[in-house]
């Protein structure tokens, strides 16, 4: 297919970068691409810690399909190789390699889950074990000579824990190497990053240059905030939304954000131009657009790309019926019980709440409802009969013989 004119990629590409190196490179390639109908291989790793992707991981697969809707390749990395040595980026400490046994693993839920993003006849899936562990001892020993041990400690995270007297092992040393061998194994025209990761985008450009090839285009995708605007979405701060979670679940986790990150999800989850999300912005702004409305639109959108349309729209009207009206969901937990239970317990007993302590505080923040009405003393006795019983977005219905 013919790819677009220059500039309109260019525009494209841009939205939601954090940063771009540099765009002179990126036009003059896309001129060639335009010249001999070669598309540009743009390249992205994942290291598979984790079996399953939540909404921050994709901000990178989305600007990789961005990329392809201009007609080019998509190379997905799992990180099968640099696993075994564990990401530095960002920690004070030496992250544990992983075992095959993990990566593989993980690697084959990987596999399932990006392609609910990328299209898949535009997409390789490489894994960089294939040629790194064919790296032998006098191929590692060469790549480790085309770069200084003085230029590995600027990067930040390396420079903090030598100045702290932090141990660094040497084998961190040579993540950046290998991921910039990456580059060159595949002969990649741009690669992809979170903006943690420029340091080692950047090793990629030179060790290009060392073995020959033109050195990569870089672009950097922010660190997508998680559902309490300040801290990156992350599944250990429990802020975060799975890819892999019900459409209803979902859309409840993204109808809490705030209106001021809604407009920074639109912008890095979904495929809207920066025009249309200004557009957007001016009709919140100006009373045309409620911002529940389009926050539903978004949850609709981001639901419909990792499960369906349909999907999206029943977990919309879910949402209006439970949370808008107040009833009570289409489907609960049922559990069954014989004799009188304190509502702190019960909670507990229903797993609603972690613990009964927990349930008790909950219950005195006023965050528990017994039958529609919110509760108030924790050691209330919820006798005979059918309750339902709400905290927060969790809802379960018990019978009590």
Known sequence: MPFPPIDEQVSYIKKGLAELIREEDLRERLAECAKTGRPLRVKAGFDP???????????????????????????????????????????????????????????????????????????????????????????????????????????DDFAKRFKENTPISVHELLYPLAQ??????????????????????LVGREIQRDYGQKPQIVGTTPLLEGLDGVNKMSKSLGNYVGITEPPEEMFKKLMSISDDLMFRYYELLTDKSMSEIAQLRARVASGGLHPMEAKMDLARLIIS???????????????????????????????????????????????LAASVSEAARK???????????????????????????????????????
């Open 180 to 201: 910039a061998y990456d580059s060159v194994a595949l002969e990649s025209d741009v690669e992809l990053g979170g903006t943690d990761q420029k340091f080692n985008l």
């Open 49 to 155: 810690t984790a079996p399953d992707l939540h909404l921050g991981h994709t901000v990178l697969l989305r600007k990789m399909k961005h990329f392809q809707d201009l007609g080019h390749t998509a190379i997905f990395v799992i990180g099968a190789g640099t696993a075994l040595i564990g990401d530095p980026t960002g920690r004070n400490a030496s992250r544990p390699p992983m075992t095959f046994e993990e990566v593989e693993r993980n690697a084959e839920t990987y596999k399932a889950q990006v392609f609910k993003v990328l299209d898949k006849a535009r997409t390789e899936v490489r894994f960089n074990s294939d040629w790194l562990l064919k790296l032998d001892f006098q191929g590692m020993i060469r790549l480790a000579a085309k770069y200084t041990v003085a230029r590995l400690l600027e990067r």
């Open 305 to 351: 790309d990792f499960h369906s349309s349909a999907d999206a729209a029943r977990a919309a009207e879910e949402f209006t019926r439970v949370v808008r009206r107040g009833e009570d969901p289409a489907e609960m937990q049922s559990f069954s019980i014989v004799g009188a239970m304190r509502l702190d317990k019960l909670l507990a007993h229903t797993r």
């Open 363 to 401: 219950v005195k923040e006023g965050a528990v409802e017994l039958n529609h009405e919110r509760a108030s003393a924790p050691q209330q006795m919820v006798t005979s009969g059918e309750h339902t019983l709400r905290l927060g977005r969790k809802f379960c219905r018990v019978m009590v013989a």
